[in-house]
């Protein structure tokens, strides 16, 4: 169903701006490895991680018991980094990457939706509904990335996690998820606004039309109009009340 030549909202044009925003914001701190990451200023064997890259200088672990020193970038999963993966990834460290990950792939379905609407793929009784189902879809993203952000917030600094983390710090990527969150949940609230304005004036173009339009009037059924006119015909007397009158003048 097109929409025509009937433009876009602008709640819509607003929201699909912060969605394409949310995303690109989102899809750089996802792949970034620069959640937390040392000050320059101080010597520190960590350099910087984010949620699947690690990067150490001279690195070694106090519990291992060979001499092994991690130098360099390396992805978490990778065989090298299986010494330390219990170390890199705590328990609330994957509760992060598991809500940023269902936060990333609900945000890649709201971007389809927001194309669908660009593409002008629903229209009618459905477009209120495809609304809420856009504005729903953000949401979550939202919620996902929120409380990730403040599960990496709260135990980012943890003095059991990095060295030295007195000398860490949150970087840039770690702030590009929390501005996408926030775009996303403006978004969510304009796609949820314009839903409502949109089942109202759905509603409005199906009600009856209880009065007539301004300037035009009722016009009579056309079964009355350029009616004849026939006049009525008078009562005429019955004729024996005819007969008395006339045997009574003739008896005077």
């Known amino acids: 169903?097109?929409?025509?030549?009937?433009?876009?909202?602008?709640?819509?044009?607003?929201?699909?701006?912060?969605?394409?925003?949310?995303?690109?914001?989102?899809?750089?701190?996802?792949?970034?490895?620069?959640?937390?990451?040392?000050?320059?200023?101080?010597?520190?064997?960590?350099?910087?991680?984010?949620?699947?890259?690690?990067?150490?200088?001279?690195?070694?672990?106090?519990?291992?018991?060979?001499?092994?020193?991690?130098t360099g970038c390396r992805w978490i999963f990778h065989r090298d980094m299986y010494i330390i993966r219990e170390y890199i990834e705590p328990s609330w460290f994957k509760a992060v990457q598991v809500f940023a990950t269902l936060g990333f792939l609900t945000i890649l379905v709201a971007t389809g939706f927001t194309v669908a609407i660009i593409l002008e793929t629903c229209a009618g009784s459905g477009l209120a509904i495809f609304y809420i189902v856009h504005a729903g879809t953000l949401a979550i993203s939202c919620l996902c990335m929120t409380i990730g952000i403040i599960i990496f917030g709260v135990r980012g600094d943890d003095r059991d996690w990095m060295p030295s983390p007195q000398f860490n710090h949150f970087s840039w990527s770690f702030a590009l998820a929390v501005i996408g969150a926030v775009a996303e949940l403006a978004a969510a609230s304009l796609f949820f606004v314009q839903a409502l304005r949109e089942n109202r004036e759905q509603k409005l173009r199906s009600a009856p039309m209880r009065y007539p339009p301004n300037g035009l009037h009722q016009q009579a059924p056309p079964a009355q109009q350029h009616q004849p006119y026939y006049p009525a015909k008078q009562q005429q007397p019955p004729i024996s009340t005819i007969t008395k009158s006339t045997s009574k003048e003739d008896t005077v």
């Open 1 to 70: 169903m097109a929409r025509g030549d009937r433009p876009l909202p602008l709640f819509v044009l607003l929201g699909t701006g912060l969605v394409f925003f949310a995303c690109a914001m989102i899809l750089i701190s996802f792949c970034s490895p620069n959640w937390l990451e040392k000050d320059k200023r101080t010597p520190n064997q960590f350099i910087k991680i984010g949620l699947w890259e690690v990067c150490f200088d001279g690195y070694r672990h106090p519990t291992y018991q060979f001499d092994r020193v991690f």
